[in-house]
């Protein structure tokens, strides 16, 4: 007599597929990272440099979180080849406006997993999402927040003295932005 092993993969094949592709996308960031970290150690931006260090850490991390779930829900964890990050930047300015287009990027992409979570039912994915939905708003504030302090430095025109201090300021800038829902009138 044949018996059936009981599938216990509560993923559907194509939330598997796109949880293992997010899960690569994050490690992908995570080399982004470390590439534009270690670019802008050789340009004498040590503080920049850690804290894009810092940054490639926590892409890192969301790559586990995702490993952690889809083996959780029973699926299966496919590692591939990352692809290679992108070629240096060409300035200071030039690395965070792409800093900050690659999490634009990787916020479209965690929406599409939720959508697809959503359109299949499957709420514990969707609500699973929900962490990386928050996250985004976080990453893109973060990354914003480099933009607005690049700006203020002169941009493409930042001096050396600017940058010095951006530089400075940045060695010991916290992982995480202020979220908005933690706001309260008297603490705004
Ligand atoms: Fe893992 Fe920067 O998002």
Redesign the pocket.
């Known amino acids: 007599m044949k018996t059936k092993i009981m599938n216990t993969n509560r993923l559907s094949k194509t939330l598997e597929k796109a949880l293992n592709d997010q899960m690569t996308k ?1 490690a992908h ?1 995570a080399q982004i990272f470390l590439s534009y970290g270690a670019w802008a150690d050789s340009q004498g931006c040590g503080g920049i440099a850690n804290f894009l260090f810092r940054h490639s850490g926590e ?1 890192r991390n ?1 790559m586990m979180k995702l490993v952690e779930y889809i083996l959780k829900r029973g699926g299966k964890v496919t590692v591939t080849a990352i692809p290679a990050p992108p070629a240096d930047p060409k300035s200071i300015n030039d690395c965070f406006e792409k800093v900050f287009q690659h ?1 634009v990027d ?1 916020t479209t992409a965690i929406y599409a997993v939720a959508k697809m979570a959503h359109s299949e039912e499957d709420w514990a994915t969707w609500n699973f999402m929900q962490w990386f939905v928050k ?2 708003i976080e ?1 893109e504030t973060l990354a914003m927040n480099l933009i607005d302090k690049i700006k203020i430095a002169g941009g493409e025109n930042a001096n050396s003295h600017s940058l010095y201090s951006l530089d400075r300021d940045l060695e010991k800038t916290p992982d995480d932005a202020e979220s908005a829902e933690d706001a309260t009138t008297e603490n705004p």
């Open positions: 994050e960031a892409e969301h999490e990787n996250e985004q990453e």
